[in-house]
């Protein structure tokens, strides 16, 4: 009885033995606060500022708020077919049916219906790009990108028409460095322009560009900063024209982004303000904006099939009322 009685019984606590080192007040925070992650306690690895990334080029520093806030909106029908003839040659065929606006003096807006064919031949090379476009009215489009050397390309951008005065050519050479871009570029009308991008830091990127037009004897200069990280892109334009730019994009998810935008024109006084969105579901995509005049914009781009694509844009201006529906179909990759 004795050995089971003193075997049912438990055995007195330990008592604990004391912490070296602690506090006379208690834990303190360190006892409240969670422990933190190895992560954490990894010391944060130094900027090697001599091996930065490239930055993206300086026209194209608001891709990402340009992808949601300017859709491809049109009105009327819309078909495009291209159709490959091997892996680098390509023929393509567009129809178009809708309204040409005319700029009146009263608010309201005057349409015109207009329709046009156009045909283009396509080339395209890991080192040599060359697109053409023919069209009814008798445009001529035209674009051709070389690589001269793996950091040195040529772009060429041409449209000839019949009307006097109206065909313009620009000749833009692209330097890509380790951390940099530069571009220069020659155009008709005595036209020269340059930009620089930097990269400061492996999220940061600044540069600046200048233009001069010699027939109109006009110049302007204006710096332009690019913030990025893998969940938001944000942009800084000022140029000495008068204009002020500003956009943020934040992303959501995978397929879902936010962006908005804002424009100050000193010149005119004009201020503009938008917000888009762009939604990426299994089957299509969905982009819209609505800005600050009160114009409400979306484009809807359905996959149908392989190569097929069902097209819906739609934009209102309850200002002005001028309304926009279209619908299309691209067929080909």
């Known amino acids: 009885m004795g050995s089971v009685a003193s075997a049912a019984v438990p055995p007195p606590p330990h008592s604990a033995p004391p912490q070296v080192g602690a506090p006379p007040y208690g834990p303190g925070l360190a006892g409240i606060l969670p422990p933190r992650s190895e992560g954490e306690e990894k010391k944060e690895e130094k900027v090697d500022y001599l091996n930065l990334p490239c930055p993206v080029p300086f026209e194209e520093i608001q891709r990402e708020a340009l992808m949601s806030l300017k859709p491809e909106l049109f009105e009327g029908l819309r078909f495009d077919f291209t159709k490959p003839l091997n892996q680098k040659f390509s023929l393509s065929h567009s129809v178009f049916m809708g309204s040409l606006e005319v700029p009146a003096q009263a608010s309201e807006t005057i349409k015109?219906?207009?329709?046009?064919?156009?045909?283009?031949?396509?080339?395209?090379?890991?080192?040599?790009?060359?697109?053409?476009?023919?069209?009814?009215?008798?445009?001529?489009?035209?674009?051709?990108?070389?690589?001269?050397?793996?950091?040195?390309?040529?772009?060429?951008?041409?449209?000839?028409?019949?009307?006097?005065?109206?065909?313009?050519?620009?000749?833009?050479?692209?330097?890509?460095?380790?951390?940099?871009?530069?571009?220069?570029?020659?155009?008709?009308?005595?036209?020269?322009?340059?930009?620089?991008?930097?990269?400061?830091?492996?999220?940061?990127?600044?540069?600046?560009?200048?233009?001069?037009?010699?027939?109109?004897?006009?110049?302007?200069?204006?710096?332009?900063?690019?913030?990025?990280?893998?969940?938001?892109?944000?942009?800084?334009?000022?140029?000495?024209?008068?204009?002020?730019?500003?956009?943020?994009?934040?992303?959501?998810?995978?397929?879902?982004?936010?962006?908005?935008?804002?424009?100050?024109?000193?010149?005119?006084?004009?201020?503009t303000a938008s917000f888009g969105y762009d939604y990426l579901l299994r089957q299509c995509r969905l982009r819209g904006k609505i800005d600050s005049n009160g114009v409400v914009a979306a484009y809807l781009e359905e996959r149908l099939n392989m190569g097929v694509n069902f097209l819906l844009s739609a934009e209102i201006d309850h200002c002005k009322k001028n309304y926009k529906f279209g619908f299309g179909m691209t067929v080909g990759e």
């Open 112 to 271: 015109v219906p207009t329709a046009h064919y156009e045909f283009g031949a396509n080339f395209l090379d890991p080192k040599l790009m060359l697109i053409g476009r023919v069209m009814t009215d008798g445009r001529l489009n035209a674009r051709v990108k070389c690589d001269l050397t793996d950091n040195l390309t040529l772009k060429v951008n041409a449209q000839l028409t019949q009307e006097a005065h109206y065909s313009q050519g620009m000749f833009n050479f692209d330097y890509k460095g380790s951390d940099y871009r530069a571009q220069f570029q020659i155009g008709n009308n005595a036209f020269y322009g340059a930009n620089y991008i930097q990269s400061v830091t492996p999220n940061l990127s600044m540069g600046t560009e200048m233009f001069w037009l010699g027939h109109q004897r006009k110049s302007g200069i204006g710096f332009a900063s690019r913030y990025n990280t893998d969940k938001m892109v944000g942009t800084l334009q000022v140029a000495s024209t008068g204009i002020v730019a500003l956009s943020y994009v934040q992303k959501i998810s995978e397929k879902v982004s936010l962006a908005s935008d804002f424009m100050y024109n000193h010149m005119s006084r004009d201020v």
